[in-house]
């Protein structure tokens, strides 16, 4: 059995996972911090392809981007998007001329910010967010604005990655 699926694509693709993080010139990175599940690791990764984010660094406890659910979930763009484990602050000091904006539900609203063409956006674990250690890093703290009426504590991170991608 190949494939996890009940009623799966009848396509089966061998791929050479490349070894390591592309030097393809792109000034957005995304990095996640702890993301664990797959379907949002997925659909970040297509986010990032729709969007032409080529590079996404993931701490080392990330869910395995080659979970088949992520698989999945990406429709393909996993192909189109380079990933690397690795340690985001090490990754932070050889990004050192790119600007660091991480996601928090208090910070400011993504609609009045100005930010440097070069930047790392930086989303956090489903549950806890972002690691003190990776928001102490940060040029800035950005939100999604929310409407006053809204009772929601919080968006999905795969969503939450649309959505600052579209503004920023």
């Excluded at 009848?10 to 993301?35: G, W, Y």
């Excluded at 869910?63 to 690795?86: A, E, H, W």
């Excluded at 928090?104 to 003190?132: A, H």
């Excluded at 940060?138 to 649309?162: D, F, Q, R």
């Amino acid at each position: 059995r190949i494939s996890n699926q009940k009623s799966p694509n009848k396509v089966l693709a061998l791929v050479r996972i490349k070894e390591s993080f592309s030097s393809i010139p792109n000034n957005t990175i995304i990095a996640l911090d702890s993301i664990k599940d797959p379907g949002n690791l997925g659909t970040i990764i297509r986010v990032a392809d729709w969007f032409g984010v080529k590079n996404i660094l993931c701490s080392k406890d990330c869910v395995d981007c080659f979970n088949p659910k992520v698989i999945q979930s990406s429709m393909g763009s996993f192909l189109r998007v380079n990933i690397k484990y690795t340690d985001l602050l090490n990754s932070f000091k050889l990004h050192s001329d790119y600007e660091i904006l991480a996601t928090v539900l208090n910070g400011t609203p993504i609609n009045r910010i100005t930010s440097k063409s070069k930047k790392i956006i930086v989303l956090g674990n489903e549950s806890t967010g972002i690691r003190s250690e990776i928001l102490e890093k940060a040029h800035k703290k950005i939100t999604i604005p929310k409407s006053e009426s809204s009772k929601a504590e919080s968006l999905n991170v795969s969503i939450a990655s649309a959505i600052v991608l579209s503004i920023l």
